[in-house]
T-cell receptor, first 117, second 113 residues
Framework: NAGVMQNPRHLVRRRGQEARLRCSPM?????VYWYRQLPEEGLKFMVY????????ESGMPKERFSAEFPKEGPSILRIQQVVRGDSAAYFC???????????????FGPGTRLTVL | SQELEQSPQSLIVQEGKNLTINCTSS?????LYWYKQKYGEGLIFLMM?????EEKSHEKITAKLDEKKQQSSLHITASQPSHAGIYLC?????????????FGTGTSLTVIP
């Protein structure tokens, strides 16, 4: 059973370009989470998605960032018109249906390291 | 929002030494997770603690959640170079139905052979 897969592992973009980060959850997992790790900072939650639905995007910047998890295919985190401050490691995690009693083991992918020149 | 503070921020130890990493929460913890991150890699799940006073071990790593459920410690016995990495504690806030973690800022561990 393959783990969470993310691609590309490294992405270099110039300011103003678009970045597309992909995440394939573990087999059988229908919940995907995106986190961002800025240099010298901790991991911060961005968005939580189920298939075809955004459940919680409270951690997502209001502009330029969007996420989707279509019925078929990987989840995509899209950053339009990238700026240098977007340079970070972006991690995706997946889980099965979260337990209502707070149990929620999330399995993390290796991350995509975005560098904006 | 829930805040998790880890200490120390970084740690350098000689191989074979014991060490402890602490994670303190501003609110009651309903689920505390420990992960390890190596540079260039994702997070590796280590342990999850839910009950006050709970203690779990895996190989040479032991994690505890205190009775009041606001602090957890991770203890490594006889450290090895393979233990090096960044250790992160993560928590699910109370009332949260499992949609996001809050993470501590991490503790960077270096083990000198």
């Amino acid at each position: 059973n393959a783990g969470v897969m993310q691609n590309p592992r490294h992405l270099v973009r110039r300011r103003g370009q678009e970045a597309r980060l992909r995440c394939s959850p573990m087999k059988g997992h229908s919940h995907v989470y995106w986190y961002r790790q800025l240099p010298e900072e901790g991991l911060k939650f961005m968005v939580y998605l189920q298939k075809e639905n955004i459940i919680d995007e409270s951690g997502m910047p209001k502009e330029r960032f969007s996420a989707e998890f279509p019925k078929e295919g990987p989840s995509i985190l899209r950053i339009q018109q990238v700026v240098r401050g977007d340079s970070a490691a972006y991690f995706c995690a997946s889980s099965p249906q979260p337990d209502r009693l707070f149990y929620n083991e999330q399995f993390f992918g290796p991350g995509t390291r975005l560098t904006v020149l | 929002s829930q805040e998790l503070e880890q200490s120390p921020q970084s740690l350098i130890v000689q191989e074979g030494k014991n060490l402890t990493i602490n994670c303190t929460s501003s609110k009651t913890l309903y689920g505390l997770y420990w992960y390890k991150q190596k540079y260039g890699e994702g997070l590796i799940f280590l342990m999850m603690l839910q009950k006050g006073g709970e203690e779990k071990s895996h190989e040479k790593i032991t994690a505890k959640l205190d009775e009041k459920k606001q602090q957890s410690s991770l203890h490594i016995t006889a450290s090895q170079p393979s233990h090096a990495g960044i250790y992160l504690c993560g928590a699910v806030p109370p009332g949260n139905t499992g949609n996001q973690f809050y993470f501590g800022t991490g503790t960077s561990l270096t083990v000198i052979p």
